[in-house]
């Protein structure tokens, strides 16, 4: 079985239903076609983002946290290899998003894959993610 990380974005469609999520991650997902992972950094841009107001996303994190446990969603913390991974990560000008790098660091050190539909992750290909885009 692979090993999946979802992005944050990629979480939120899931848990919205929303048609933007690819069909084929959304099958795998439902049917358990193989191991996937949120990390508790995804859950913590959740609540920043809806604290802002820029995303609007009625469950709480319980209520997440519950809707993972159905879909056997195991939510991973950051551990001290995942730091040190970022840390070895380059300072890329097109890309500087702190929530972003820090599951790039943890799909790297895991050896998981990152499911996202952010193209920019290629970026860090070279540095040993392995991606798989979200692609419509």
Not at 14 to 21: Q, S
Not at 52 to 73: P, R, Y
Not at 83 to 102: E, R, S
């Amino acid at each position: 079985m692979k090993r999946y990380l979802l992005d944050t974005h990629i979480l939120v469609w899931l848990l919205t239903k929303n048609n933007r999520l690819n069909k084929n991650v959304r099958e795998d997902i439902e049917y358990f076609q193989h191991l996937f992972y949120v990390s508790v950094e995804s859950l913590r841009e959740i609540v920043i983002l809806q604290s802002l107001n820029k995303i609007i996303l009625n469950d709480t994190v319980d209520e997440i946290a519950e809707k993972l446990d159905e879909h056997q969603i195991e939510i991973i913390p950051i551990e001290i290899n995942h730091v040190k991974t970022l840390a070895a990560l380059p300072v890329l000008v097109n890309h500087n998003d702190p929530f972003d790098k820090m599951l790039i660091a943890q799909s790297i050190t895991n050896q998981y894959t990152l499911i996202s539909n952010d193209i920019k992750f290629s970026l860090y290909k070279d540095f040993g993610l392995r991606l798989r885009i979200n692609e419509i």
